[in-house]
């Protein structure tokens, strides 16, 4: 059966239209998480189903057996272009020989073992760790920094490694920002995210819980009315997703995000950019001009990492720059991301620099159409 109702091949400025389950399968499945995860797609027989597989795609699948295989979840595989094999959609969660062929990657490109305390804690800053509660996630991404860890047995959290973590927080009186990732924490049971939450809620020096989570994009049926009520129990509560295209903005992921937005959690984007998904400039602005419809703020959109199988993803730093820079001025101010490298020591803007410095009494600076100002700067 080819279940070719998908996205189509609709130009990647629209919004999507809203998913539709295939054939055979009741819209109340189709809407339950568990089902979805049940039903993820992770041979090539499987996505037959959805698209027409190109031998490129089939071999790759193939030869990634064993480390990062592919699993896709029906929802996300319903955006796909059956026909594309450029489609973006596509380009994220389908594996591409290009992924075997990258020399100069790197397992762990941010040394992030280096900065665990304990298993899972990352610590890069003095107020804030990076926890990763879990190993798994509803789809993986193909460009996945934490690709050596998603999926992978070694990696995942008994609850006594997550009880070690907690004490190494409680112990740690200078962590104030505790941030839940993974993996992603979301595709743990509400029981178990509670049981999480209250433990981080009774230690007095974390102020602030974020979560960061891909599920209101991959899966926005995971984000119930139950879950919603029970995290706006533990605020302050920070979420952020991870949409990178236009395509991925439907109505299921907008009423996902609502959802979050009512039980008062502020929900951000970060993006990855990414060669062939969102480097083309009218490809951004309809992504961040559509988080902002939906009342999500664009937060971060990181440079791709030296991450190995990734090289066919990675956009020059200097075009990320311009792309960025002529943002300015031609959309609203605070659908503008802030561009962002992440190194082993955190991570750092690439913004271009519209401050030029002093000159004399003046402060020039360069305006967003190109005008230089001078402003008077006296000592
Ligand atoms: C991104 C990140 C944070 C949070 O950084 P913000 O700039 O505060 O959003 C914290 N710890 C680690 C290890 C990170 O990678
Ligand atoms: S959702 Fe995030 S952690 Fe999971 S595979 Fe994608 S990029 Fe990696």
Partial sequence: MMRKGGAGSAACHETSRSSAPPAGVAESEWRDWGWQMRHRIRTADALREWIDPTPREIAAIAALAERFRFVITPYFASLMDPEDPDCPIRRQVVPSPDELGDPAGLADPLDEVAHSPVKNVIRVYPDRIAFCVNNECALYCRYCLRKRMVGEAGWRMQKRELEIALDWIARTPEIRDV???????????????????????????????????????????RVTEALCSMLERFHPIWLNTHF?????????????????????????????????????????KALCEGLVRMRVRPYYV????????????????????SLFKGMRGRTTGFAIPRYVLDTPHGKVPLDHPFAKGRDGDDFVVEA????????????
């Fill in 179 to 221: 941030l839940l990732t993974g993996g992603d924490p979301l595709v743990f049971s509400d029981a178990r995210l509670e049981w999480l939450l209250k433990r981080l809620r009774a230690i007095p020096h974390v102020e602030l819980i974020r979560l960061g989570t891909r599920l209101p994009v991959t899966l926005p049926f």
């Fill in 244 to 284: 990178n295209h236009p395509k991925e903005l439907t109505p299921d992921a907008a009423e996902a995000c609502d959802r979050l937005l009512r039980a008062g959690i502020p929900v951000g984007n970060q993006s990855v950019l990414l060669k062939g998904v969102n480097d083309d400039p009218g490809v951004m």
């Fill in 368 to 379: 967003w159409d190109g005008t230089i100002w001078r402003e008077p700067n006296p000592r």
């Fill in 302 to 321: 990181y440079q791709a990492q030296l991450l190995e199988g990734t090289a066919h993803f990675r956009v020059a730093i200097e075009d990320g720059v």
